[in-house]
């Protein structure tokens, strides 16, 4: 059962475009809901992270949208670069483990 | 990330042979965990640790096990392996104060 579904599972853009990824959860003891990138031959790094107390957060031309009532999440990506091109995993956390749930990947090319 | 590394970097196998990927780390971070990535899966959790004296299972535990030989170094062991453990294993550190997690670069691991 996964507790975390992300869509799409393949995104292309074009250069200065916007890129979107959603993720839905199911498990409501989430508290704490990260992006990672990952590129080829590399381990995923964080992007982006969010706690359900705010509704948004951005840094630079990453934001992240969170929905408490509908449980969805996103990332969105402004102005597109060909060097965002990589793998974007979202996931969530809870409890005292503090362990990782991730969804299942969005890779995106970006055309330049 | 230079500060987790884990050897070796490719590994072909064959089935039923024991196998060791090992981790260590140099951000002296206490906690420590193994994930497997599949392609279309994103990463599930095999185990982790929050200190040499404390190892735990994670949702994918069976047919794994591991070994917090030191603070900086953790261990995952395949006692026999099958064709179905073909994946990418990344190993991962965090500080006990924030819920950021530090990849390392990845084991391939293919079993014949």
């Known amino acids: 059962q996964q507790q975390v579904k992300q869509s799409p599972q393949s995104l292309i853009v074009q250069k200065g475009g916007i890129s979107i990824i959603n993720c839905a959860y199911e498990n409501t003891a989430f508290d704490y809901f990260p992006w990672y990138q990952q590129f080829p031959g590399k381990g995923p790094a964080l992007l982006i992270a969010?706690?359900?107390?705010?509704s948004e957060k951005k840094e630079g031309r990453f934001t992240i949208s969170f929905n408490k009532s509908a449980k969805q999440f996103s990332l969105h990506i402004m102005d597109s670069q060909p060097g965002d091109s990589a793998t974007y995993f979202c996931?969530?956390?809870?409890?005292?483990?503090?362990?990782?749930?991730f969804g299942s990947g969005t890779q995106l090319t970006v055309l330049p | 990330d230079a500060d987790v590394t884990q050897t070796p970097r490719n590994r072909i196998t064959k089935t039923g042979k024991r196998i060791m990927l090992e981790c260590s780390q140099t951000?002296?971070?206490?906690?420590m965990y193994w994930y497997r990535q599949d392609p279309g899966l994103g990463l599930r959790l095999i185990y982790y640790?929050?200190?040499?004296?404390?190892?735990n299972k994670g949702e994918i535990s069976d047919g794994y096990s591991v070994s917090r030989q030191a603070q900086a170094k953790f261990s995952l062991s395949l006692e026999s392996a099958i064709p179905n453990q073909t994946a990418l294993y990344f190993c991962?550190?965090?500080?006990?104060?924030?819920?950021?997690?530090?990849f390392g670069p990845g084991t391939r691991l293919t079993v014949l």
């Open positions: 951000k002296g971070h206490d906690r």
């Open positions: 640790s929050f200190d040499v004296k404390d190892i």
């Open positions: 969010i706690r359900p107390d705010v």
């Open positions: 991962a550190t965090a500080p006990v104060d924030t819920d950021t997690q530090y």
């Open positions: 996931a969530a956390t809870s409890g005292s483990a503090r362990q990782l749930t």
